[in-house]
């Protein structure tokens, strides 16, 4: 019976993304595992988009699916934002790069900075995973040491130093074990573990990264004061605080060290910022960051990119940050309330006793029983419903992240979190049988 209902999902998938398939496997021919992302492969095979409009994709199939993934974040107003499109163009035919110091940077800076708390000084990159890099550079270079203390759980992009972890859950073949020396980590909402590790490593520890709330770790918020205990301790320790804002960011128009009123030393952010175009963007204090400067410094620390504040990019970003301000924070906010009030009705309705975390347009459902604070507890969220939840999602018009990671942009109509909401709740009922057999704790 319960069997039925996985075959009887992945069944329908297969015949209604039929294009996708015969792309998928023309693809990889070329392209191992037929993706060019580890998050873009799913059993049995990924779906091909041909194009976006609004809060919709569409794929070769003709099928059109809400987007809730929204380019895992890094789209805020939708696809084809016609302001953002509008700002490429314009700005392309003007030429796209000229490795000179531009007018859109200026912009971009000045609004950044102007916003976001953490921020006197920036300096752009093309990536999250580039600023999260440069960011710990500068940290070390600022205060002379190497140690770097991250969360478990964290994320902060795939270069060396932080995919390194110490946990084994975590794939870290092809990382020198070197890599782990100077890292260390405690757990996410541990104030009292936090405290006594930034104490003890004092002397050598130059920065505590981590995110305000675990974002790709589950939409793990933070414990009341736990931001505040750990700007405590790393100031009074002469440990630099960097808030991994790349994901969070888009909670608030200045980040999430805005809402919580807790200011670090030096701040990531990327994604939205650059308007659906490759950006990462790092900056803290005007001290700390005039490690870099030219005229004050007379050997500046080394940062360069061809690519750096790429001027397209630049005019994308300013476009989409610009129309991101207070009341289209707090309508697209208001739009996350609204699906989580859903949910939770959903939940109860069925008789589940399960969790979603939700912070602003970013929400994250988990087959666990009990209130999430650790990334441990995440872990123990049941794969299986995961993924044969994000294949009958598809299978009824909806593009989710599988790990049930929903992700809103500004364009979506209440009536659509409505409709998300009601086939989350077909989803669950579809999945009923099979959680009363093999998942029961999950039952109220
Ligand atoms: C918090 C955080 N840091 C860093 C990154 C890496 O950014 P990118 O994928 O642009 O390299 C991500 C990406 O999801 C992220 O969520």
């Known amino acids: 019976m319960t069997r039925n209902i996985a075959r009887k999902i992945a069944e329908e998938y297969k015949e209604k993304f039929r294009e996708s398939r015969t792309r998928h496997e023309r693809l990889i021919q070329y392209i191992p595992g037929g993706a060019t992302r580890s998050l873009s492969y799913f059993k049995p095979f990924p779906i091909h988009i041909s194009h976006g409009k609004g809060a919709h994709v569409y794929t070769h199939e003709g099928h059109k699916l809400l987007d809730v993934t929204n380019a895992y974040g890094a789209l805020v107003h939708g696809h ?11 700005g392309i035919e003007k030429g796209s790069q000229y490795s000179t110091p531009t007018d859109g940077q200026y912009r971009l800076a000045k609004l950044l900075c102007d ?14 995973t ?28 795939t270069h060396d130093c932080v995919a390194a972890s110490t946990k084994k859950n975590v794939i870290t073949a092809g990382i020198p074990t070197g890599m782990t020396r100077d890292m260390l980590e405690v757990p996410f909402n541990d104030g009292e573990a936090v405290e006594k590790a930034v104490r ?49 960011f888009r909670v608030d128009t200045g980040g999430c060290q805005n809402l919580y009123g807790v200011i670090p030393d030096l701040t990531t952010v990327g994604k939205v910022v650059g308007g659906g175009l490759p950006i990462g963007v790092f900056g803290g204090r005007k001290e700390i960051m005039d490690i870099f400067c030219h005229e ?4 500046p620390l080394y940062h360069s990119g061809t690519f750096n504040g790429y001027e397209t990019v630049m005019q994308a970003g300013f476009a989409a940050m610009s129309k991101f ?8 906010n208001k739009m996350g309330d609204l699906f989580q009030e859903r949910l939770v009705h959903s939940f109860r ?50 593009f989710t ?10 364009v979506i109509t209440e009536q659509e979190v409505l409709d998300l909401g009601d086939k989350i709740d077909e989803t669950l009922k579809e999945l009923l049988p099979l959680i009363e057999e093999k998942y029961n704790h999950l039952l109220l």
């Open 325 to 332: 301000d207070g009341p289209a924070v707090a309508s697209i």
């Open 130 to 157: 580039e600023a999260t890099l440069f960011a710990l550079r500068t940290a070390r270079a600022y205060t002379g040491k190497d140690k770097i203390l991250k969360m478990s759980g964290g994320f902060h992009g």
């Open 200 to 248: 003890e490593n004092a002397s050598d520890l130059a920065a505590v990264i981590m995110e305000p709330f675990l974002g790709a770790g589950g939409v793990v918020l933070p414990r009341e004061d736990y931001l505040q205990r750990v700007r405590q301790v790393t100031r009074d320790n002469g440990v630099l605080l960097i808030f991994d804002e790349i994901f969070s």
């Open 80 to 90: 084809g934002d016609p302001d953002v499109v509008r700002a490429v163009q314009e």
């Open 296 to 299: 004050s410094t007379e050997k």
């Open 115 to 128: 916003r976001v708390p953490g921020f006197d000084r920036v300096r752009f990159l093309n990536s999250g």
């Open 401 to 410: 992240i599988p790990r049930g990671l929903f992700i809103l942009s500004t």
């Open 349 to 398: 309705a069925n008789g589940l006793n399960i969790r979603s975390n939700q912070i602003g347009s970013i929400l994250n459902l988990h087959f666990v029983n009990q209130d999430i604070f650790t990334a441990e507890q995440v872990l123990n969220s049941v794969e299986e419903l995961h993924g044969l939840m994000h294949l009958s999602l598809l299978n009824r018009g909806v």
